[in-house]
């Protein structure tokens, strides 16, 4: 499978501040996504990035919150913006889906103060 | 009715049980199922797929059972380190949709 290196693994941030989170790969995929764990709870799919279009968000979460680029087949990064409490939380991206399974970098954790 | 429903334990069982769990689903097309092991902290870790004619993987055992919209994840002689949360999940709408369950809370007790 391939390997998946999420930077940074943790971050302590002030609100009102934003924080980019890259996600690097190291075989092409088509198809990378974001997804949100928040504590206690399982993982919530942000928003599906392909390479070349916007990305897709799934409801609950908007571009303006969590702009995502994705330059290539091999890289892409979520912004978390304006950050609040409420979006402490470890923040994954995944590649595979369709009828295989994702697999996952090793998160980013993230504490709003 | 949540798409993917786990109970979310957690289960505490003594070293060298067996203990299973259940995951039902509620779209009736979905197509893919998959069982992962999250750690504390950790990021999810795909433990096995799930086959319709069940499968097996030394002591991990995974069944489906369409009729009745479950899938069940069995684990013999229990190791401490099997503890863990186990999460199921779903794939359908042409694979383009996935579930995760809240996961299952395992702690094997010496």
């Known amino acids: 499978s391939a390997v998946i290196s999420q930077k940074p693994s943790r971050d302590i941030c002030q609100r009102g501040t934003s924080l980019t989170i890259q996600c690097q790969v190291d075989s092409q995929v088509t198809m990378m996504f974001w997804y949100r764990q928040q504590p206690g709870q399982s993982l919530t799919l942000i928003a599906t990035?392909?390479?070349?279009?916007?990305?897709?968000?799934e409801s609950g979460f908007v571009i303006d919150k969590f702009p995502i680029s994705r330059p290539n087949l091999t890289f892409s990064t979520l912004t978390v913006s304006n950050m609040s409490p409420e979006d402490s939380s470890i923040y994954l991206c995944?590649?595979?889906?369709?009828?295989?399974?994702?697999?996952f970098g090793d998160g980013t954790r993230l504490s709003i103060l | 009715r949540k798409e993917v429903e786990q109970d979310p334990g957690p289960f505490n069982v003594p070293e060298g049980a067996t203990v299973a769990f259940n995951c039902t689903y509620s779209n009736s097309a979905s197509q893919s199922f998959f069982w992962y092991r999250q750690d504390c902290r950790k990021e999810p870790k795909l433990l096995m797929s799930?086959?319709?004619s069940g499968n097996e993987d030394g002591r991990f055992t995974a069944q489906l059972n369409r009729a009745s919209q479950y899938i069940s994840l069995l684990i013999r002689d229990s190791k401490l380190s099997d503890s863990a949360t186990y999460l199921c999940?779903?794939?359908?709408?042409?694979?383009?949709?996935?579930?995760f369950g809240i996961g299952t809370k395992l702690q094997v007790i010496p």
């Open positions: 799930v086959y319709s």
């Open positions: 999940v779903v794939n359908s709408a042409g694979y383009q949709k996935v579930t």
């Open positions: 995944s590649v595979g889906g369709g009828d295989q399974p994702q697999h």
């Open positions: 990035a392909n390479q070349g279009s916007e990305a897709t968000y």
